[in-house]
């Protein structure tokens, strides 16, 4: 199994602000996605990113694969309330998926 | 569409005692997956199916039995509770050859 890391943990920040968040592995990926998770319901697919250094854009959201498709990074600009929940990165590894432990973002209003 | 389906939505469950969690899908997708989700732990794969009438293990399968009867569901059963199996249960499916899984709402499960 590929083990993923994700930081940080926790992430508290007020409504307006900027944030990235990371996923990290000693391992090479084929491709890596991203999910979010609201309270109470299951993860629901972000994006996916396949190829080295890719960059994606969902509205305010910004994913990056690192060039070296080791890592990703996850960039939103001026959150929302709405941006609150457990970011999830995930890849797969062969018929099966592995996620990472997640970061919970909160923003306040 | 309703996509992925899972009750009960929570349970409480004495320990010894046996429970089976359900889960549907309307998709027709081939793969299905049951994770538990555990917090700082991330989800974590229990058993999978690739197909219906094949099953495999994931990183935590003692405990739990899974059946795939046919292509919409897939049951988890857990023979005999234990207090370390409280969590919250999720199911999902995917299209074999996609990268996308869909997950269910989730089942809240405590065994005292």
């Known amino acids: 199994t590929q083990l993923l890391e994700q930081s940080p943990q926790f992430l508290s920040i007020q409504e307006g602000e900027n944030l990235t968040v990371y996923c990290n592995s000693s391992?090479?990926?084929?491709?890596l996605q991203w999910y979010r998770q609201e309270p109470g319901e299951g993860p629901v697919l972000l994006v996916t990113?396949?190829?080295?250094?890719e960059v994606k854009k969902l509205k305010r959201l910004t994913f990056q694969f690192g060039d070296a498709r080791k890592d990703s990074s996850l960039h939103i600009t001026a959150a929302q309330p709405g941006d609150t929940g457990l970011y999830l990165c995930?890849?797969?590894?062969?018929?099966?998926?592995?996620f990472g432990p997640g970061t919970r973002l909160s923003v306040l209003p | 569409i309703a996509g992925i389906t899972q009750a009960p939505t929570s349970q409480i469950l004495a320990a010894g005692r046996r429970m089976t969690l359900r889960c549907t899908q309307d998709m027709r997708h081939n793969a299905m997956y049951w994770y538990r989700q555990d917090l700082g732990l991330g989800l974590r794969l229990i058993h999978y199916s690739n197909t219906a009438g094949t099953t495999g293990k994931g990183e935590v399968p003692d405990g739990y039995s899974v059946s795939r009867a046919n292509t919409d569901d897939f049951p988890l059963t857990l023979a005999s509770a234990v207090p370390s199996q409280t969590s919250v249960y999720f199911c999902?499916?995917?299209?074999?050859?996609?990268?996308?899984?869909?997950f269910g709402p989730g089942t809240r499960l405590t065994v005292l």
């Open positions: 990113v396949v190829t080295g250094g």
């Open positions: 391992s090479v990926f084929s491709s």
């Open positions: 999902a499916s995917s299209d074999g050859g996609g990268d996308t899984q869909y």
């Open positions: 995930a890849h797969r590894y062969g018929q099966n998926f592995v």
